[in-house]
């Protein structure tokens, strides 16, 4: 079978390997479509250190093209989507159902303590308990069932009541889905804050209540103004201490702030703990999912909660992921969907 493979930072090679075997709980999954996702861009780059040669892709979805012995629950030719956390089910995390803070932290082709292989390859082993039965969902659809969990998870993470007022910094593809996933739950009015025209635009068109370009105006005063003052929830998606810092500033008394963007490791930031205390306002983090987000996402696509095709810019092959990166750090388009079967 076919891989990209990172063989070093900066350097994708697609590679023929040997198609794996399922173990005895595990499926092999056809991939019929895997997202690229900004964790992918990371590792790509050495910005999130790995250990190479590894094949990263972790927002996937095919078919099963075989099963482990002791597998029942599913049959060669099912449809699934691909969970890429896998807890170990043993540690008190685990028990609790925070499976995404699992002490054995192990993800298929994306961040985590242990990666295994990955989804940008026309095969990839998975555990029977990570595959979510997709019916007749279309596998592009799909993919987005991990980012959307982990926006379920980022929503979920807040205090929120129908009605709450959300200010979300940030509208690439994270964004506007944390903007779908937030009117879901009955927020209002969301303002979003956006430099780039298209971005922004589509926002407006996916349900923000008012969209600013923080190019032209100041974000924090312009936000304020479009929500009748500071909002409930200030949602920061894109991982920068100034924009940490913003989402922060348009936060209410007995709001929160949630960082959702991943910031650099070694970022810090100053806080002022007279303001935590005397205006109550809570920083809240939001890390990976839940087998259960995982679950609600699926459902969410199933039931068309969500406009994924909004969320798809276009179709590449393993051999496109390169010149993907680069458009990813210009910020051009939006998911870019790797169709490992697919060839130049
Ligand atoms: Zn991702
Ligand atoms: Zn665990």
């Known amino acids: 079978m076919r ?40 590792m790509y780059h050495g910005t999130f250190a790995v250990e190479t040669p590894m094949v990263p892709g972790h927002e996937s979805s095919g078919t099963v093209a075989a099963v482990g012995d002791d597998v ?20 008190s995390y685990c028990k609790r159902g925070e499976t995404h803070l699992c002490e054995n932290n192990t993800v298929l082709g994306g961040a ?15 555990p029977i308990t990570n595959v979510e039965d997709i019916g007749d969902l279309s596998f592009d659809h799909a993919a987005l069932a991990e980012p959307l969990a982990c926006c379920v998870h980022g929503v979920n993470q807040v205090d929120l009541e129908q009605g709450d007022s959300v200010a979300i ?9 944390l903007l779908q996933t937030f009117r879901n739950r009955g927020a209002g009015p969301i303002v979003v804050s956006e430099p780039d025209d298209k971005r922004r635009e589509l926002a407006a068109d996916l349900g923000a ?8 105006v100041d974000p924090v005063e312009a936000i304020r103004d479009a929500a009748g003052g500071n909002v409930a929830v200030g949602v920061e998606a894109i991982g920068l201490v100034p924009t940490i810092e913003q989402a922060n500033e348009v936060t209410a008394k007995g709001g929160t702030t949630l960082i959702f963007g991943v910031p650099d490791q070694d970022a ?11 205006h109550e306002i809570d920083y809240r983090g939001t890390y990976s999912l839940t087998t259960e987000d995982f679950e609600r996402a699926v459902t969410m696509l199933e ?18 992921l390169p010149t993907a990166f680069e458009r990813m750090g210009d910020a051009d388009g939006l998911k870019k969907i790797v169709e490992p079967g697919a060839t130049e």
């Open 169 to 177: 910094i940030g509208a690439g593809p994270i964004g506007l889905m």
């Open 72 to 91: 029942s629950e599913f049959d060669i030719g099912d449809r699934v989507a691909i969970n890429p956390t896998i807890p170990c089910h043993t540690c």
């Open 209 to 216: 209540d008012a969209v600013v370009n923080p190019d032209n």
């Open 268 to 278: 810090t930031m100053e806080i002022n703990p007279f303001d935590i205390y005397f």
């Open 112 to 126: 985590g303590e242990t990666i295994l292989d990955g989804a940008f390859a026309e095969y990839i082993r998975v």
């Open 303 to 320: 039931q068309d909660r969500i406009d994924a095709d909004a969320m798809i810019t276009e179709h590449i092959s393993l051999e496109d």
């Open 3 to 42: 891989t990209a493979t990172l063989t070093d930072v900066g350097e994708i090679t697609v590679q023929e390997q040997n198609r794996p075997e399922p173990n005895d709980d595990e499926v092999l999954v056809e991939v019929g479509a895997c997202s690229v996702c900004m964790t992918d861009y990371h």
